[in-house]
């Protein structure tokens, strides 16, 4: 018997390929397109998700499920060609005056320039946590992954695994952080012609449009539980993850080469003195 027959191997393999589309996620399964009146679309099965914009509207969807920590990827392939003014965003957000919220927010650019890559976080209300990096490959040619790691000791970005910045809880000095208030995903596709590219000078140019960004691949692995205590998922890796030495060196590499704008470094912005997370490691 090869082992193409041998039916112990099929219904292995055939397992495997369960394990695989049940973690890959489904799109029909795991969010509502809210806005948008059709220009948001899930295709493939529940595997693509695709937003676009006119001058009439963008669109976005977000997640079934609310979450308290856990392991957020998607993979994203961002407008092409002039996207100067659009804004494709993956982000986490709850509700409310004082909400918490971690941003990936992707500003388009000229055909030709490179995307900047936004990020922030707020936690109880207050953000201005503005880190902006640019990308060592064109996100617009191929699907790239990006992540979030949200757990009770830090919040982590990747782009394609590479962290770009880490917000660690600094509750110790009186910062708060993100650790009581459940979020939702969410995906949009929006007209930001007065600030995103160059400050607003480059306009979005709506003969190109519609604009198009695509997502897949997207899988949330986190307590949907309010309570953190009686959350399954409360031994899964990335509830403890942290950066070893070998993922610092690909932080500093990534901040060293390909970040453009630092909060952190900022003085102007706080003539009354840096963040206080900002002075701590
Ligand atoms: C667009 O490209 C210009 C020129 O390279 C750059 O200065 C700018 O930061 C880029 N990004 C945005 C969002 O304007
Ligand atoms: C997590 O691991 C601890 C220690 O091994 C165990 O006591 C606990 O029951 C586990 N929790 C879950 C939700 O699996």
């Not at 409310?96 to 500003?107: A, K, N």
Request: charged share 20%; hydrophobic share 30%; aromatic share 14%.
């Amino acid at each position: 018997m090869t082992s193409c027959t041998n039916p112990g191997y099929t219904s292995f393999f055939l397992l495997s390929l369960l394990v695989y589309l049940a973690n890959a996620g489904n799109f029909n399964q795991d969010v509502d397109i809210t806005w948008g009146n059709g220009r948001g679309n899930i295709a493939n099965n529940g595997q693509l998700l695709t937003l676009s914009m006119d001058k009439s509207s963008g669109s976005g969807f977000q997640s079934k499920n609310l979450y308290l920590f856990g392991r957020f990827d998607v993979q994203l392939k961002l407008v092409p060609g002039n996207s100067a003014g659009t804004v494709t965003t993956f982000y986490l957000s709850s509700q409310g005056s004082t909400h918490d919220e971690i941003d990936f927010e992707f500003l388009g650019n000229l055909s030709g320039d490179p995307y900047t890559v936004h990020t922030n976080v707020y936690a109880q209300g207050k953000g201005d946590r503005e880190m902006q990096f640019k990308l060592w490959f064109d996100p617009t040619k191929d699907f790239h992954t990006y992540s979030v790691v949200w757990n009770p000791s830090r919040v982590i970005f990747y782009a394609d695994g590479t962290p770009l910045r880490e917000f660690k809880n600094k509750e110790s000095i009186g910062v708060p952080f993100l650790k009581s208030q459940q979020m939702r995903v969410y995906g949009s596709l929006w007209d930001a012609e007065d600030w995103a590219t160059r400050g607003g000078q480059v306009k979005t140019d709506w003969s190109q449009a519609p604009f198009t960004a695509s997502y897949r691949n997207f899988k949330a692995d986190g307590c949907t539980s309010s309570d953190v205590n009686t959350c399954s998922k409360a031994n899964s890796t990335w509830m403890y993850e942290q950066l070893d030495s070998t993922a610092q060196q690909r932080m500093q590499w990534a901040q060293k080469n390909y970040m453009i704008y630092n909060y952190c470094t900022d003085v102007r912005r706080f003539p009354q003195g840096l963040p206080p997370e900002c002075n701590s490691n």
